[in-house]
């Protein structure tokens, strides 16, 4: 079976450091991978998505970049966070062609 | 650009009572409609989906939504929640097609007291 992981699960950084996250997902091939943000009373935002490994698709311009190094792992990173990334982040895949999409456990991100 | 609204932010019922959440959403073209539900501490998960035919989907744990194309809505119901219903929910509509960006709404909390 498909399984989606996230990490880290909590997240406290300081305003200007970096930022890495990383979503694996087992259990599949060649998924459609995306990056969300959740924010309170403002649903899901869609950063990024990627059809394929070196495939970055951004929906959002923001201080945040992602990158797929391989089949089935997609980044998102910042090199100087700022406050305003504070949030909940959400990586999901689907399969190529579905429209349903599976969601990881997601990241908690405080930014200082 | 396709967009979704869910009017209701948060909803209190008691334990039995009947629920119906609200969605719209703008897009004229042919779409395809979710509803995805996320538990206190668990995964973001797919409830129901409506991708065509019969107008009146129905998911998981008795919850049901309607399609009603004229009115651009998709809203949820379930005829008597329970205390396990408390949770965020969230619709969602992507246009069919190849591109596979899905717009979700805002969400609404619902508090299901017992």
């Known amino acids: 079976s498909q399984t989606i992981h996230q990490w880290p699960a909590t997240l406290v950084q300081p305003v200007g450091s970096p930022l890495s996250l990383e979503c694996t997902v087992e259990?599949?091939?060649?998924?459609?991978l995306y990056w969300y943000r959740q924010a309170a009373g403002r649903g899901l935002q869609l950063l990024f998505y990627?059809?394929?490994?070196?495939?970055i698709s951004s929906e959002v311009p923001q201080n945040l970049s992602a990158s797929r190094p391989q089949d089935r792992q997609f980044i998102l990173s910042s090199k100087k966070l700022l406050l305003s990334d504070s949030g909940f982040y959400l990586c999901a895949w689907s399969v190529s062609g579905s429209e349903t999409q599976y969601f990881g456990p997601g990241t908690r991100l405080l930014v200082l | 650009a396709q967009s979704v609204s869910q009017h209701n932010h948060h909803v209190i019922l008691s334990e039995a009572a009947s629920l119906e959440l609200g969605c719209n959403y703008s897009?004229?073209?042919?779409?395809?409609l979710f509803w995805y539900v996320q538990y206190p501490g668990q995964h973001l998960q797919l409830l129901l989906k409506y991708f065509s035919g019969d107008p009146l989907v129905k998911g998981i744990k008795g919850f049901e939504a309607e399609f009603i194309k004229s009115k651009f809505s998709f809203n949820l119901r379930k005829p008597s929640v329970q205390w396990s219903d408390t949770a965020e929910y969230f619709c969602?509509?992507?246009?069919?097609?190849?591109?596979?960006?899905?717009?979700f709404g805002t969400g609404t909390k619902l508090q299901v007291i017992p």
């Open positions: 990627s059809v394929g490994i070196g495939q």
């Open positions: 969602a509509v992507k246009n069919s097609g190849g591109y596979q960006k899905v717009t």
């Open positions: 259990g599949t091939s060649n998924p459609n």
């Open positions: 897009y004229g073209g042919t779409v395809n």
